[in-house]
């Protein structure tokens, strides 16, 4: 994944955390659904199927902050 990509990936990842605990959602729940919302971005970007788009954002090891 090049730089740009990565840092999209990011971007989308901490936006739906920062919008999943505003809902008072879990940092558990704020992480998959990071997650899901970076996979599918990637996916979109790149054509890569989504479990293994899913697997490159897991490879990052984001975190809630």
Known sequence: MDLASKEMVEEAYFETVTEALARNE?????HKEGVTAA???LAA???T???DARKEVVA???RPQ
């Open 49 to 51: 199927e989504e479990d």
């Open 60 to 62: 990052l090891d984001l």
């Open 39 to 41: 996979a599918m971005l």
């Open 26 to 30: 879990s940092l558990l729940t704020a």
């Open 45 to 47: 970007m790149t054509g």
